[in-house]
């Protein structure tokens, strides 16, 4: 099993990575080795060697905008929250980032994970929760202002999807929102239930019981009268919001009008798919990025080693990628260069590819190893 950051590139990517989203040296950087959010990637034909690290924080940093943005739409700042229970915490992914926004001492993070509660807590200073598997059996004492659940709905078999629901709208205070995510059926090849709601007893985890913790993809509009027959009465829902992968849904007892127009998060996407790079220093390097609010990206900044070795105009069409991520106005989003790097230092060095708006200076989107 491959420990996360242990190997000297993967660690200089993800150090980066933070470092370019201007969040180096801001928190605790260690993954715990069982974390299945990282080692899910392991040997995934998705990922290139040593990248993981990069992706496991941009995964996290991509929830934090994808919530930073949800609360904006809502009228909400992160500072106005009161308590935040974070529920199905993992080993922190995204609690890193949490953590940095609200104050550690108003975060919740609860999971079933045994261990998971005081990893939470010593590595980022939060109050780690044991969860149940029975929703009645958790006892938090208190009510929170905004509720996340990233990527646990996708998991459960129907009877505990529509009682965790139920029992995370009892925690929420009257102004509160719960936002958590599912797969929509369109994630199924073939086979969707005709009810809208499939469980397939399978997952990632080796330790959680399969009948209890499965793969689910639920029709919206099923999850919607879930939500309103537990006295939801404002649900919101926008689909593919979170990873540009999972639907995101916000749902409380007051309507929150800001989510009648709640639009795409900024979050950048983008792949390096060709890069050829001869002995001496000749490359060539061509991919793609978008910004998935739609606004424009001025441009895509190269960095080998650490160092910027060029910025270049995003100025040519891919349909192809417009039509994968079935947005056909991002069309204009192709990039490349060549040229020769100057100085290839020696051994293999992390190349990372950004992407800058007039709304951020620079995220990281994809990263190679080349020399
Ligand atoms: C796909 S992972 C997502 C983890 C985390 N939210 C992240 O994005 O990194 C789902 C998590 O749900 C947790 N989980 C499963 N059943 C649970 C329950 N009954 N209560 C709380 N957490 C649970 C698992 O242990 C796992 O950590």
Redesign the pocket.
């Known amino acids: 099993m491959a420990e996360p950051l242990s190997d000297r590139l993967e660690h200089e990517l993800a150090e980066q990575y933070l470092r370019g989203i201007g969040w180096s040296g801001r928190f605790e950087t260690e993954i715990h080795p069982r974390d299945?959010?990282y080692t899910v990637m392991v040997g995934h034909a998705d990922y290139r060697p040593h990248t993981l690290g990069f992706y496991y924080f941009k995964s996290g940093f991509d929830?934090l905008i994808t919530l930073e943005h949800l609360l904006t739409c809502a009228g909400r700042k992160w500072e106005d929250l009161g308590r935040v229970l974070e529920?199905?915490?993992?080993y922190g992914?995204?609690t890193r980032f949490l953590a940095q926004v609200v104050e550690p001492s108003r975060v919740v993070s609860?999971?079933?994970?045994e261990d998971?509660p005081d990893w939470v807590t010593r590595h980022f200073g939060v109050q780690g929760r044991l969860?149940?598997?029975e929703p009645a059996a958790l006892e938090l004492g208190d009510r929170f202002d905004l509720i996340f659940v990233?990527?646990?709905f996708s998991?459960l078999p129907r009877a505990r999807f529509e009682a965790w629901l139920a029992r995370l709208l009892e925690l929420l205070t009257p102004d509160g929102l719960l936002v958590f995510s599912t797969h929509g059926e369109a994630l199924l090849e073939s086979g969707a239930a005709p009810d809208g709601f499939t469980f397939q007893g399978h997952s990632e985890?080796d330790v959680?019981d399969p009948d209890?913790?499965g793969s689910t993809f639920v029709r919206p509009e099923l999850v919607e009268r879930l939500a309103r027959e537990r006295h939801a009465t404002a649900v919101y829902h926008r689909e593919r919001e979170l990873w540009n992968f999972q639907d995101l849904f916000a749902v409380g007892r007051r309507a929150c009008p800001g989510l009648e127009a709640w639009t795409p998060a900024p979050v950048v996407r983008g792949r390096i798919d060709q890069v050829q790079i001869e002995a001496d220093g000749r490359f060539w390097i061509a991919g793609w990025a978008v910004d998935l609010s739609g606004a424009p990206l001025l441009s895509v900044e190269l960095a080998v080693g650490g160092r910027t070795l060029a910025q270049i105009p995003i100025d040519q069409e891919r349909p192809d990628v417009a039509a994968t991520l079935q947005r056909p106005e991002l069309a204009r989003c192709g990039w490349q260069l060549e040229g020769r790097i100057p100085e290839l230092p020696p051994g293999a060095s992390g190349l990372i590819a950004s992407a800058t708006s007039a709304s951020f200076a620079r995220r990281g989107f994809d990263a190679i190893v080349i020399g």
Request: charged share 15%; with cysteine.
């Open positions: 299945d959010m929830v529920f199905a915490c993992g992914r995204f609860a999971d079933i994970l998971a969860s149940a598997t990233g990527s646990l998991h985890s959680l209890e913790y």
